[in-house]
């Protein structure tokens, strides 16, 4: 069963926001706490607030174990940017786009993977070889669809067996001696 939360109007831009979300995504419950805990990013603290938070939703509303779950889906979208304004040069100003972050969590249990069922083993059956005869006849018709340059198999098999390989050795000289 799917346990979603979710965090609006964090006042952290959302490119410095996925660096921590892509950190913890598919881990476990546990391990990505222990994560969130020690990591030295902003945005760290707050998303730990919701994983937290995730996980009571999945405890009091649906009854889920918090050892048997773990990160499904963690997004982080951009949400409206605080506009600000910075004194320049001249009397003339520029502006700051101070961005914030809204944060999708989505928690999974944790499925067991059941034994895999064995298969019954299917016979082969040999097909019964063909006459002696058909075969020859059609070894003839492929012998004379075949263009005249084209060698037979045992023609490239002597050929290969008379070639010996012989070392050359290449002398490459800028000056004559």
């Known amino acids: 069963m799917e346990v979603k939360a979710s965090l609006k109007y964090l006042r952290i831009s959302p490119r410095k926001t996925r660096l921590v979300a892509k950190l913890i995504k598919g881990l476990p419950v546990k391990n990505a706490e222990a ?60 502006g700051i786009k101070k961005r914030t972050s809204h944060i999708f969590l989505v928690l999974d249990e ?17 097909k019964p070889e063909k006459e002696p005869e058909e075969i020859e006849k059609r070894k003839k018709a492929l012998k004379s669809k075949q263009p005249s340059f084209v060698k037979t198999e045992s023609e490239q098999i002597k050929k290969v067996s008379v ?4 070392l050359k050795k290449k002398v490459f000289r800028r000056k004559a001696i």
Request: proline content about 6%.
């Open 163 to 166: 070639k010996e390989p012989t």
């Open 35 to 94: 994560q969130l805990t020690y990591i030295s990013k902003k945005s760290g603290q707050p998303i730990l607030k919701l994983l937290k938070s995730a996980v009571a939703n999945a405890e009091n509303n649906f009854n889920l174990d918090k050892d048997n779950l773990y990160i499904k889906i963690i997004r982080v979208d951009e949400g409206p940017s605080f506009k600000r304004w910075r004194a320049r040069a001249r009397g003339s100003a520029s």
């Open 110 to 126: 944790i499925q067991k993977k059941s034994q895999p069922t064995l298969k019954p083993k299917v016979k082969t059956i040999e």
